[in-house]
């Protein structure tokens, strides 16, 4: 697959594609301006990153709106702003707030979409590798995976949360009947057509299972999905924002989706 060269320098004709990180918050003031300057800081000079914030009230959307123009000044008239900030009026879910801002993004014109963690959980500098993946294999999504060959799970992890994430992909990937390793992987890469062809305002899921959903209804429309492996690491600040509704949510829509596409698969 293309890789970055020897020098970091990425090929300048798939550099600059049009590619947007779409990063969701929720108070996450502690962790945002770290992780933006990782992503800002990517041999791409096609990338934007689109903060999605769900009036956060420790300030995160006032913070990313601070970091946006300093990225973006100064900025040359018609060209594509460094880092956009969209601003929603309540916290309505991770799935609900990715939806939105993956849908901005592609009617702004990005051709790929990634979604990423604002926590720095994922490993930023492995975005030029799920584009040189995708074009390298033709494929409509690529996933940092956990669980193939080569990916892991933080060493601070402790053993019990290693369990709960494993038995949690393995479920959803034995309900569904998908090949798909991490099926439940937030670090996703998305072509801007599969993301059309799924139709993103037709999805269910307000929460994590969002990824779930996501996934299983690309592949129901024809596209494949490649695994890339990734080390997913422990959050740099903050809290996590699992609750047990976002826990019933999980166990519940993989269920949903397949009573709904009986005799289906998510091969």
Same mark, same amino acid.
């Given at each position: 697959?293309?890789?970055?060269?020897?020098?970091?320098?990425?090929?300048?004709?798939?550099?600059?594609?049009?590619?947007?990180?779409?990063?969701?918050?929720?108070?996450?003031?502690?962790?945002?301006?770290?992780?933006?300057?990782?992503?800002?800081?990517?041999?791409?000079?096609?990338?934007?990153?689109?903060?999605?914030?769900?009036?956060?009230?420790? %300030?995160?959307? $006032?913070? &990313?709106?601070?970091?946006? !123009?300093?990225?973006? @000044?100064?900025?040359?008239? #018609?060209? *594509?702003? +460094?880092?956009?900030?969209?601003?929603?009026?309540?916290?309505?879910?991770?799935?609900?707030?990715?939806?939105?801002?993956?849908?901005?993004?592609?009617?702004?014109?990005?051709?790929?979409?990634?979604?990423?963690?604002?926590?720095?959980?994922?490993?930023?500098?492995?975005?030029?590798?799920?584009?040189?993946?995708?074009?390298?294999?033709?494929?409509?999504?690529?996933?940092?995976?956990?669980?193939?060959?080569?990916?892991?799970?933080?060493?601070?992890? %402790?053993?019990? $949360?290693? &369990?709960?994430?494993?038995? !949690?992909?393995?479920? @959803?990937?034995?309900?569904? #009947?998908? *090949?798909? +390793?991490?099926?439940?992987?937030?670090?996703?890469?998305?072509?801007?057509?599969?993301?059309?062809?799924?139709?993103?305002?037709?999805?269910?899921?307000?929460?994590?299972?969002?990824?779930?959903?996501?996934?299983?209804?690309?592949?129901?429309?024809?596209?494949?999905?490649?695994?890339?492996?990734?080390?997913?690491?422990?959050?740099?600040?903050?809290?996590?924002?699992?609750?047990?509704?976002?826990?019933?949510?999980?166990?519940?829509?993989?269920?949903?989706?397949?009573? $709904?596409?009986?005799?289906?698969?998510?091969?």
């Amino acid at each position: 697959m293309p890789q970055p060269s020897a020098t970091g320098r990425l090929p300048q004709e798939w550099g600059r594609l049009p590619l947007t990180v779409v990063m969701p918050t929720y108070n996450e003031a502690d962790s945002l301006p770290r992780t933006a300057a990782v992503v800002m800081a990517l041999p791409l000079p096609g990338l934007q990153l689109k903060v999605v914030d769900d009036a956060s009230p420790d %300030g995160t959307g $006032r913070l &990313a709106d601070e970091l946006a !123009a300093g990225h973006n @000044a100064p900025l040359a008239a #018609g060209a *594509r702003p +460094r880092m956009t900030v969209l601003h929603r009026g309540e916290k309505d879910g991770l799935g609900r707030a990715y939806a939105a801002g993956m849908l901005a993004a592609i009617d702004e014109g990005a051709e790929y979409v990634v979604q990423m963690d604002a926590d720095g959980s994922h490993p930023a500098h492995v975005v030029p590798q799920l584009l040189g993946t995708a074009l390298a294999t033709d494929a409509g999504f690529v996933v940092g995976s956990r669980y193939v060959g080569g990916g892991s799970l933080d060493d601070d992890w %402790g053993l019990h $949360r290693k &369990a709960l994430s494993r038995f !949690a992909n393995q479920y @959803a990937r034995t309900v569904l #009947g998908t *090949r798909i +390793r991490d099926i439940t992987a937030g670090f996703n890469l998305w072509r801007a057509q599969t993301l059309r062809a799924v139709d993103l305002t037709t999805l269910g899921s307000a929460g994590y299972s969002f990824q779930v959903e996501l996934k299983f209804l690309a592949v129901r429309h024809g596209y494949t999905g490649v695994e890339i492996p990734i080390r997913f690491g422990e959050r740099t600040d903050g809290v996590s924002k699992m609750n047990l509704a976002t826990q019933v949510e999980s166990a519940l829509v993989p269920l949903r989706l397949r009573l $709904r596409h009986r005799g289906g698969t998510g091969h």
